[in-house]
Each structure stands twice: as structure tokens, then as C-alpha cells.
């Protein structure tokens, strides 16, 4: 009874520290740095980019709807006027939080999804920017 009661309280610990560990700002809410449009995926993350369609504040607003459209996910950092934006989602379960930037450079559209914490974010982040993108893509050129 005591090993249940004591995993039970270090369960509760974690749960409770991924909910509450303070939002990491300082290496997620900068624009990405593509070299060209397509889709990168990398170690607990994925970026997409596209060449855009319409004027970068339109492009943004859209973008902006969009994500706030997903459960549970709210802007962390930046705006529309600052062309690029920061956002957190986390997950139903755990809470547990990811973070995606999407900014304009020039005439590129570019996403970026970073989990927070663990390695692997099980696919997430490319389902939920793909999501984005295939909502956004009057706005924007295909692949």
C-alpha cells in the first residue's frame, strides 16, 4: 500500500511540475531560419515554410486564428505587428507543452513546432503545423 500511495504522490509531483515549470522563452520565440520553402523535421520538432500569396499582416492574422482555433493553445509571445508569434500548446492528459513560432521573412511563411520537454514529440508538432498549413493554404503556395 505504501509503494502505491508513494508512486501515486511522485505522479502527482511530475503532473503538477509539467504544468506549473515556468514557459522557456529565450531559444523558442525567434523567427526560423529557412533557406527554402519546404518541411524540416528535426529531434523533438518540425518547421514547415511557404512562399506566401497575400500581404504578411493578412498571412499572420490567419495564422494567428488558426492556432488559436487548437485546444488549449494560447499566444506566449509577440503579435501581428512584430511578424512573428509565439505559441503554446499542451497537451489533454499530461499538459504537456509545445511550443510553435510563426513568423514572415521576406516572402516566407514559416512555422516551427519545439516540444518542451522528453526527446520525441511522437509526431505531434508535424500533424498540428500541417493542420495549420492545409488551413492556410489560400494564402499560400503549395509545395
Same mark, same amino acid.
Not at 486564428?65 to 509577440?78: C, H, S, W
Given at each position: =500500500?505504501?509503494?502505491?500511495? *508513494? @508512486? ?16 522557456? @522563452? ?12 519546404? !518541411?524540416? +523535421?528535426?529531434?523533438?520538432?518540425? +518547421?514547415?515554410?511557404?512562399?506566401? =500569396? ?6 499572420? +492574422?490567419?495564422?494567428? +486564428? #488558426?492556432?488559436?482555433?487548437?485546444? #488549449?493553445?494560447?499566444?506566449? /509571445?509577440?503579435?501581428? /505587428? !512584430? #511578424?512573428?508569434?509565439? &505559441?503554446?500548446?499542451?497537451?489533454? *492528459?499530461?499538459? &504537456?507543452? !509545445? ?7 521576406? !516572402? ?8 518542451? &520537454?522528453? #526527446?520525441?514529440? =511522437? ?9 495549420? =498549413?492545409?488551413? *492556410? ?7
Amino acid at each position: =500500500m505504501r509503494i502505491v500511495l *508513494l @508512486l501515486l504522490i511522485i505522479l502527482i509531483g511530475v503532473m503538477g511540475y509539467v504544468r506549473l515549470a515556468p514557459t522557456r @522563452l529565450d531559444a523558442r520565440h525567434k523567427p526560423a531560419l529557412p533557406t527554402e520553402v519546404g !518541411d524540416v +523535421q528535426s529531434a523533438g520538432g518540425f +518547421q514547415a515554410a511557404r512562399k506566401i =500569396m497575400a500581404p504578411a499582416a493578412d498571412v499572420l +492574422q490567419a495564422v494567428e +486564428q #488558426r492556432a488559436l482555433a487548437t485546444p #488549449r493553445t494560447r499566444v506566449i /509571445e509577440g503579435s501581428v /505587428e !512584430d #511578424r512573428t508569434i509565439t &505559441f503554446e500548446t499542451r497537451s489533454a *492528459l499530461w499538459g &504537456f507543452p !509545445d511550443y510553435t513560432t510563426a513568423s514572415v521573412q521576406g !516572402d516566407l511563411l514559416v512555422i516551427a513546432g519545439y516540444l518542451r &520537454f522528453g #526527446r520525441s514529440d =511522437m509526431g505531434v508538432n508535424k500533424t498540428r503545423i500541417l493542420g495549420w =498549413m492545409t488551413t *492556410l493554404a489560400p494564402l499560400t503556395d503549395p509545395l
